[in-house]
């Protein structure tokens, strides 16, 4: 699938929002909560996955609904989770197609076996800033379920996940990402469509799990290689690395003299398959 997208800008005409029409549900600072209001970009963003080659789609996060009610009009299998009451609760008595289907769970804590069990399924939602670097951690921890995922973050944070090998703002999360997945920035959201506005930019990606998605080396050792030189991102990968306590003739390969930020996702997997033979096993 490919679709273009262009930065949102509300306009006039725009559909009435959300907020304004049904707006019974307390936004809550401690849950990061800034409930989206205007129906096109919830319409734009339900349309950002394929649904297909999969049965199940999880929203994180719904709110409201404004974005579910756009789901709900694919031909798949809907499922949200929701950690706040209040909204479970407006859900269960708006939504009467997902009795059954509505989860008073924490995503980040909730087994999701118990849900889908061992099927596909794919992943999107309006994702609350405070723990959405988490929600994709989680995400890298079920690829092999999880074959396409969608949705909303802080603008930087969902550049940063599709940002190429250069950039400073490249880091853990680019790598880690794009080793799985394709990352493609679909468009921005300005801070006036939700309730209450953010103080910043929001952006909308998409991550489509590849179509061999293993890779040719020691899965938890990339995991922690990418991890601990980024910790020291200014140094050289020959100063970063030095707590794998590796032989000096390996760190002569010139891959040691570069920077992390200056490694694509496929020479991370390179440096990775120099050091397996020499790693400490955990």
């Known amino acids: ?54 049965k199940h789609v999880l929203e994180i996060g719904p709110g409201m609904g404004v974005l579910t009610k ?15 009451t209040e909204s479970v609760a407006y859900l269960q008595e708006h939504y009467p197609q997902l009795q059954g289907k509505v989860h008073e769970k924490d995503f980040l804590k909730h087994d999701l076996s118990e849900i889908f069990g061992q ?43 599709c940002e190429k090998e250069g950039s400073k703002t490249y880091g853990i999360l680019s790598v880690l990402v794009q080793a799985f997945y394709e990352a493609e920035y679909l468009f921005t959201v300005p801070p006036s469509v939700f309730n209450p506005p953010p103080k910043v930019d929001s952006g909308v990606l998409r991550l489509s799990r590849k179509e061999d998605f293993s890779l040719p080396c020691n899965e938890k050792l990339f995991f922690r290689v990418v991890k601990t030189a980024f910790q020291q991102r200014r140094k050289t990968l020959r100063n970063s690395l030095k707590s794998f306590d590796l032989p000096e003739n390996i760190k002569e390969d010139s891959i040691f003299g570069q ?23 955990d």
């Open 70 to 84: 756009y789901i709900l009009r694919k031909e798949i299998d809907v499922h949200v989770i929701e950690i706040d």
């Open 119 to 161: 099927e596909q399924f794919a992943i999107i939602g309006n994702f609350p800033y405070n723990i959405s670097t988490q929600i994709v951690f989680k995400m890298l921890e079920l690829r092999q379920y999880i074959p396409e995922f969608s949705g909303m973050f802080q603008k930087e944070v969902a550049q940063r996940i």
């Open 1 to 54: 699938m490919k679709k273009n997208f262009r930065k949102y800008s509300p306009g006039k005409g725009q559909r009435p929002s959300h907020e304004e029409a049904e707006g019974e549900v307390r936004a809550k600072k401690h849950l990061g909560q800034h409930f989206l209001k205007d129906e096109d970009v919830a319409e734009k963003i339900g349309d950002t996955l394929s649904y297909s080659g999969y």
């Open 259 to 281: 920077r992390p930020e200056q490694l694509s996702t496929t020479q991370f997997i390179e440096l990775t398959q120099i050091i397996e033979p020499h790693a400490v096993r």
